[in-house]
């Protein structure tokens, strides 16, 4: 049987006026929500964080199809089973994933599941993996975001899209690990792949690049380096082992301590002149890891014979090359041990009508994870 679900929906993605908390781009709406499906649950939601890529989507950086129920960080309780479902129970949390996967295609069956090509396809579409919509506005289907839409007291999902985890992790704790954390200690783990000993810069300190800081200091790095503009988020990078520093000052610190440049840098920005300085960052032989959106109208410029006279490497990490199943409880276990302090992330909790407020302080550098409590 379908329920409803109080949902934050947007209209239009891109050509939305600024201050959102006056213009209000995101309404808040009570939708018809399909029963779970074949292989799907409902999850209540009970804790959501905000991530610049909503904002991407909201200012249109990331142009998705319209109307769309945001939100694709979060965690919940399932409460219903769809048929075929395996693995969980009604009573479990689960962490929500941005990318499920099929398990059939080249990419999944390579390895690379934080590749998978029906999974990419379907939040295309704004769809779930299994084909079509489970929210509906007066009879009109509303589109999911990256098959999760958990800026919603309940969501229908693939099991695809959860990973379970302890019942006993704190809700806007557990949030965290969806996106921030699976990417950032990702790309810091899985792409990066930091050895003990290495000295790693980390541009942009935001949640995605405080969690990549976080992962660099737990692989043992001799050295992190994290870069931005925000005197708070400076502050914090220096609290969590690393040396925070600007960007005009970053040449003098990486001199510093450094002697020279870092053997990975990693860019969370999303954008092209600061992957460039990244880039530029890196020492001969280098790793470049980039995990940032940036507008597809950005085009990056680099001298091309550096690639190989220079022999560094430049890499592009989807989902902190994350195979969710298996890196969601390992990092939930390595926050447990307190090498993960991803608590540390969460910069403010708030109610499911701020949101767009939420979008300003974002939009204005001013918040690392902001999470909405159900």
């Known amino acids: 049987m379908g329920t409803t679900t109080r949902a934050a929906v947007l209209a239009q993605s891109g050509g939305n006026a600024k201050p959102y908390a006056e213009n209000a781009p995101l309404r808040f709406a009570e939708l018809d929500l399909d029963a779970p499906g074949q292989g799907e649950v409902r999850v209540a939601i009970d804790a959501a964080g905000l991530c610049h890529s909503d904002l991407s989507v909201v200012n249109g950086d990331r142009v998705r199809p319209m109307p769309m129920a945001l939100g694709h960080e979060g965690t919940g309780i399932v409460e219903a089973l769809g048929p075929g479902v395996t693995g969980l129970e009604v009573g479990d949390r689960v962490v929500l ?3 499920p996967s099929c398990g059939r295609c080249t990419p999944c069956l390579s390895g ?25 506005d007066c009879g009109s289907d509303v589109h999911h975001h990256l098959g999760v839409s958990c800026f919603a007291t309940h969501v229908v999902v693939d099991q695809r899209s959860t990973v379970k985890v302890d019942r006993d992790i704190p ?7 969806g996106c921030a954390v699976l990417t950032g200690v990702g790309a810091a783990i899985n792409s990066a792949a ?5 000295t790693v810069v980390v541009f942009g300190l935001g949640g995605v690049g405080l969690a990549a800081l976080m992962g660099a200091v737990a692989s043992g790095a001799a050295t992190v380096i994290g870069v931005d503009l925000a005197p708070n ?9 690393a040396i925070g520093t600007t960007p005009d ?10 002697g020279g440049k870092a053997d990975v840098v990693i860019e969370t920005v999303g954008n092209a002149k600061v992957l460039a300085s990244a880039y530029t960052a890196a020492r001969r032989g280098g790793r470049v890891v980039t995990v940032g959106l940036p507008s597809p109208e950005q085009r990056l410029d680099l001298q091309a014979v550096s690639l190989v006279a220079e022999g560094k490497s430049l890499i592009g990490s989807y989902m902190g090359s994350s195979i969710p199943a298996r890196d969601i409880p390992r990092y939930v276990a390595m926050w447990k041990a307190g090498r993960l302090p991803v608590d540390r992330l969460i910069s403010s909790t708030h109610k499911l009508d701020d949101l767009n407020e939420m979008l300003d302080a974002m939009d204005r550098g001013e918040a690392i994870r902001q999470i909405i409590r159900f």
């Open 249 to 258: 000052q970053l040449e003098a610190v990486m001199a510093e301590h450094l």
């Open 194 to 198: 930091i050895r003990a000993g290495e």
């Open 97 to 99: 994933v941005f990318l």
């Open 233 to 241: 988020k400076i502050a914090l990078a220096d609290d969590l082992g």
């Open 112 to 136: 690379e599941g934080y590749l998978c090509e029906t999974g990419a396809a379907a939040n295309g579409r704004g769809e779930l993996i299994g084909g079509g919509f489970r929210l509906h």
């Open 171 to 177: 809700a806007e704790v557990a949030a965290v690990f």
